[in-house]
């Protein structure tokens, strides 16, 4: 099936059904319990930062646990399934000096994400994950100075365009944004 094939299947699906969304990647990884050398896989062996918690950075170097994640969610019933990507925008991965591995964690995750699901002989569509920063452009950081910003809405477009072009190149078949808070 093609991108548009899916499209179309989905837009009759919810016409005559339930179509079933996966549920948490981030709860599922944490039941892996990995440790710091299971986030740097040999890529990352020497990386000077901490990158235990950066659960986006598993589609490159934990593949196999996020496939399977997939997996069990469509084996459970998805439809759907969402990219590993909660967090690969340039303001979080800043905080693991990672920021410039931002369109490669989005594609990657999509392409992991659409490989899944092209394994399956039903439908299985692919939702690429735009989730929130950990900046935010509505709301000073600093009671004492309320025109303050740490982000500005140009960053937070070119963020996100960047994101979503990743995601879509990689096979996404659809945009979730999914917890943002800024207004």
């Known amino acids: 099936m093609t991108r548009d ?26 039941s892996a319990g990995l440790g710091e050398s299971d986030y740097r896989g040999e890529r990352f062996r020497d990386f000077p930062h901490d990158l235990k918690g950066n659960n986006d950075l598993l589609t490159l170097t934990q593949p196999d646990l996020i496939a399977s994640i997939h997996r069990e969610y469509v084996d459970a019933g998805a439809s759907i399934i969402e990219t590993n990507t909660f ?47 950990n900046r935010t452009c509505s709301i000073s950081p600093d009671v004492n100075d309320p025109g303050a910003r ?11 365009t960047d994101a979503t072009r990743s995601l879509l190149e990689g096979g996404a078949d659809l945009i979730l944004v999914e917890t943002i808070f800024d207004t």
Do not use: C
């Open 87 to 133: 967090n690969s925008n340039h303001p979080s991965m800043d905080d693991y000096g990672m920021e410039y591995m931002v369109s490669e964690l989005n594609q990657e995750a999509a392409k992991l994400a659409r490989s899944v699901a092209e394994s399956y002989e039903r439908p299985v569509l692919v939702a690429g994950v735009l989730g929130p920063t």
């Open 5 to 30: 094939d899916r499209v179309e299947w989905l837009e009759v699906a919810l016409t005559e059904s339930i179509v079933i969304l996966d549920g948490g990647m981030g709860t599922m990884i944490q």
């Open 150 to 160: 740490n982000i500005s809405f140009k960053q937070l477009v070119e963020t996100y």
